[in-house]
């Protein structure tokens, strides 16, 4: 179809107020009278608390209070949020559970006083068995959590039960065929095995969150990436109606999944609420580190191959690492679960994904919900199957490849997801069947592709509003987040494509729970989709009403409204105002007793990654000389904006694969800061990168779009392990794969 906005490479509508340092972000709010929070956290991994001594912190001068888990219980019977499990205390209680956990908090008029007086706390414990390692948590006799408490907050994981004498938050399993037959009588079978590490997500804005009391209700200012969810959660907490809770959400400095449901929301409120006055808590760099994490996993793959090189059987097991409290790792677990298999198209599979408690630090979503762990260990497994085989890579995955009209593993049909055409392109771009110079004496050259796939997160809600003043211009209502991703953009060129006007005569509100209407998150590269089609619904409604005027006034209806003239027309002068409301819920079936649907997603995100590195064999330095990204787009709303966002992530990636990890010594971390922690700087990146927008027309997508900000992440890491195999004849299993592993490897000290 023709479009004249969709389809513009508009720079971000907001770009200018960022760069020039007017954008609304939470850490520029000072509210009056406003003190300083500060935390005080636990120094052991596991342990009952005996005591906690704040004398020596209340006598500092300038102290306003110094607040416990035993204070949040006066307002707060039961503070426990989650948006799985209600088991994480808002300060602990009985128990900590890693080291960093939130035990006590010092209010101050000043930051640094409040800082000092958190150093004079002291806390006695019994210290208790401890377990870290997500394999050794299945069987422990270190049980992080007495009980378990499913929240029942989402749809697909009401089936949750409480359980006692586990570390085992949650168990998915599928089975599809008769894979043990399969096994039998199998040409080949492989099995390996592949871990990733723990990383931190870091955005470059830290949490901060801000809460005032007011006549009864409390309003939150929030770097938050879900404020619907915050909303209703601290009303939970407090036992109040959702209308007495305001959040509210400015530009995020990023989020990447660490901004996700609640952090600090209930905390700022429960202080503010406690002391009578606003109450700002705002994380530096370390305590981001003990906040919210990426997943540690553990992969233990095996397939089946026949004599052509058909993978006839599937069985994985996954381990996922979810630390001291559950947070969005469940449904991480299930749903990232269920492509365990990759997005081949194999008869026969039995998948086992378990999500443990552990007592690390907790973690969530990060920027893939999962996927890129999976990614790595499947396409590597992939890779090490060719290679027996003898077989080009790219061949092999193309024997295999799951292509539309086919079931996925779930028995859901593939539909709208070019992953051929995705694969296609990057053995087209990496000139793939040209002769290869592998370099010679110790510099050593390869390359390596790889692919993956991820079912968007459902079932979900979006809602949006639109509304059109009688100028012809427009203000659009919704609570997705623009972290960066240029949402506000995107979805203002939905709204202007509707309408008919410019781009730039829309106008976004921030998210503020009293005046924009409900989202369930900004997350899973959703928001183009759910929300994309919330606001398309809502810019219709508001145009079919524009219309109804046109023709009780007696205007001819067409394509082109002259809005200002319709409502002179209607109400004889420059007035009125017309709303347009739209909602969007995806249909979802639920997976059976066996872990199959018939529709486990509304749309699929297909991206991968081609990628040629140098290895030094000597030193075990690896040089990334290109990388390619490609991604099935659908339609792209912007494409300046979707090829930006496949940069990012391929980058944001890429230091996960050979640089980032925690790295923990009895629970605790010891490179808690990036000047320990090694993200991607500008040395790092390969000074050859391509984009490659792979246009699929997504049918239930607004205008044939769909989600992108994910995509670029999924095949980072497996074509680089296969370009360093490629080069230097050694394969990784474990990331991050940095130089100095690399190194060992080369000289047979491979763990």
């Not at 979006?462 to 919704?478: F, I, K, M």
């Not at 709204?495 to 976004?508: Q, S, Y």
Request: proline share 6%; charged share 20%; aromatic share 6%.
């Amino acid at each position: 179809m023709t479009t004249t906005e969709v389809g513009r490479s508009l720079p971000r509508l907001e770009a200018r107020q960022k760069v020039t340092g007017h954008g609304n972000y939470t850490h520029n709010i000072k509210l009056p009278g406003m003190v300083h929070a500060k935390v005080f956290r636990s120094t052991v991994p596991h342990g009952r608390i005996l005591s906690i001594d704040t004398s020596d912190a209340i006598a500092l001068p300038g102290v306003t209070a110094v607040i416990t888990g035993q204070d949040i219980l006066k307002i707060i019977p039961e503070p426990y949020y989650g948006p799985a499990f209600h088991d994480q205390p808002i300060l602990a209680l009985d128990k900590v559970r890693y080291v960093g956990e939130p035990v006590a908090v010092v209010l101050a008029e000043d930051p640094r006083v409040a800082a000092e007086a958190a150093e004079l706390i002291f806390a006695d414990y019994e210290e208790l068995p401890a377990v870290y390692d997500e394999t050794e948590a299945m069987t422990s006799k270190a049980i992080v959590h007495d009980e378990l408490k499913p929240a029942g907050t989402f749809p697909d994981l009401k089936h949750l039960i409480g359980r006692k004498d586990t570390n085992i938050a949650l168990d998915f399993h599928l089975k599809r065929g008769d894979a043990d037959a399969a096994f039998a009588s199998a040409e080949h079978v492989y099995e390996h095995s592949f871990q990733t590490q723990q990383t931190m997500h870091p955005p470059f804005e830290p949490l901060i969150s801000l809460a005032e009391p007011g006549d009864g209700r409390v309003t939150i200012y929030s770097a938050s990436q879900s404020p619907s969810f915050a909303r209703s959660e601290v009303a939970r907490l407090l036992g109040w109606p959702e209308n007495r809770v305001q959040v509210k959400v400015g530009h995020l400095g990023g989020g990447f999944g660490a901004k996700l449901y609640i952090k600090l929301e209930a905390l700022v409120a429960a202080l503010a609420l406690l002391v009578r006055r606003p109450v700002r808590l705002s994380l530096s760099m370390e305590e981001q580190f003990y906040t919210i994490t990426k997943h540690a996993s553990t992969f233990h793959i095996k397939s089946a191959v026949d004599k052509d090189g058909r993978i006839t059987a599937r069985k994985c097991e996954v381990i996922w690492n979810g630390g001291a409290y559950a947070d969005i790792g469940p449904r991480v677990t299930q749903k990232s679960g269920f492509t365990a298999t990759g997005p081949y198209d194999i008869e026969s599979a039995d998948i086992d994904s378990y999500a443990l408690y552990t007592n690390r630090p907790p973690a969530g979503a990060l920027r893939g919900f999962g996927i890129p762990q999976l990614v790595w260990a499947y396409e590597s497994h992939t890779d090490l199957i060719a290679r027996d085989l003898g077989i080009d890579p790219v061949e092999f995955r193309r024997r295999n490849i799951l292509r539309d009209g086919r079931p996925h593993v779930t028995g859901t049909i593939m539909k709208d997801a070019a992953i051929d055409a995705v694969l296609e392109t990057l053995a087209k771009r990496m000139d793939w069947d040209a002769p290869f110079d592998h370099g010679s004496g110790t510099l050593k050259r390869g390359r390596g592709i790889a692919i993956g796939f991820k079912a968007c997160v459902s079932p979900t809600t979006s809602v949006a509003s639109v509304s059109v003043s009688a100028d012809g211009s427009a203000t659009l209502y919704l609570s997705t987040v623009d972290m960066g991703q240029g949402s506000d953009t995107a979805m203002s060129q939905i709204v202007a494509e509707v309408l008919a006007i410019r781009t730039e005569d829309v106008r976004v509100i921030n998210p503020d729970t009293d005046i924009t209407p409900y989202d369930m998150a900004t997350l899973g590269s959703r928001s183009t989709f759910h929300m994309g089609n919330a606001v398309r619904k809502a810019a219709e409604h508001a145009r079919e009403q524009l219309l109804e005027m046109a023709e009780k006034v007696g205007l001819p209806k067409k394509n082109t409204l002259n809005v200002p003239e319709i409502f002179r027309h209607a109400y004889g002068m420059q007035a009125g105002t017309v709303i347009g409301v739209g909602t969007y819920i995806p249909t979802y079936a639920s997976p059976d007793k066996d872990g199959l649907s018939d529709n486990v997603t509304p749309f699929w995100m297909i991206g991968g990654t081609g990628v040629e590195v140098e290895v030094d064999t000597e030193t075990g330095q690896i040089k990334l000389l290109k990388m390619v990204n490609a991604a099935d787009m659908g339609n792209p709303l912007n494409p300046r904006i979707v090829e930006t966002q496949l940069s990012g992530a391929a980058i944001m990636q890429l230091g996960f694969t050979v640089s980032e990890e925690m790295i923990l010594d009895g629970g605790q971390v010891t490179n808690a800061s990036l000047a320990d922690y090694k993200i991607p700087g500008i040395r790092d990146i390969p000074p050859h990168i391509e984009n490659h927008i792979v246009e699929a027309y997504t049918h239930d997508g607004p205008f044939g779009a769909k989600g992108v900000g994910e995509s670029a992440t999924f095949g980072v890491s497996p074509a680089v392990a296969e370009a360093i195999h490629d080069a230097c004849g050694v394969r990784l299993t474990k990331l991050p794969m940095t130089a100095e592993v690399l190194y060992k490897a080369l000289h047979g000290e491979q763990e």
